[in-house]
């Protein structure tokens, strides 16, 4: 058999206000949203953080440019000396970057106008061969 719920009563009391009852915290709520909480991403205006994608490029182009500069003065300076018959791979390893600071010390000589070898000094004249 069915018992009705009789010891409850629904009408309230004068003194307590209903709105209170009604917005008071039950086992399921949720905590109310603090106004301290940031807004969401969508209502947030700040700008978003810059990217360094820049200054990384920049960084290492500016590195591989000082290790070119840096091969070339040793080639020049003979620090750096080319090996005949590399064995191994350290030194083939050496006769690439020898061969890479050949090219900067040519270039080099090139904007400071020096002669480089193998190349004539005097400019050719339409008839001369070579």
């Known amino acids: ?3 009705s719920v009789s010891g409850v009563s629904f009408r309230g009391d004068a003194a307590v206000n209903m709105q209170d009852l009604i917005n008071s ?5 949720s905590q109310a949203l603090n106004s301290e909480m940031p807004a969401d991403s969508f209502e947030n205006n700040t700008e978003k ?13 500016g590195l591989l440019a000082a290790a070119y500069i840096g091969l070339g003065v040793a080639v020049n300076k003979n620090l750096l000396k080319k090996i005949d018959n590399p064995e191994g791979i350290v030194q083939k390893t050496k006769n ?23 190349k004539s ?5 339409e008839g001369e061969t070579k």
């Open 1 to 3: 058999m069915i018992h």
């Open 25 to 29: 915290p039950g086992k399921y709520t």
């Open 49 to 61: 953080p810059k990217s360094h994608k820049g200054a990384v490029i920049g960084t290492i182009i």
């Open 96 to 118: 690439f970057f020898h061969k890479i600071g050949e090219s900067a010390d040519e270039l080099w000589k090139k904007v400071r106008g020096k002669k480089t070898e193998g």
């Open 121 to 125: 000094e005097t400019p050719k004249t």
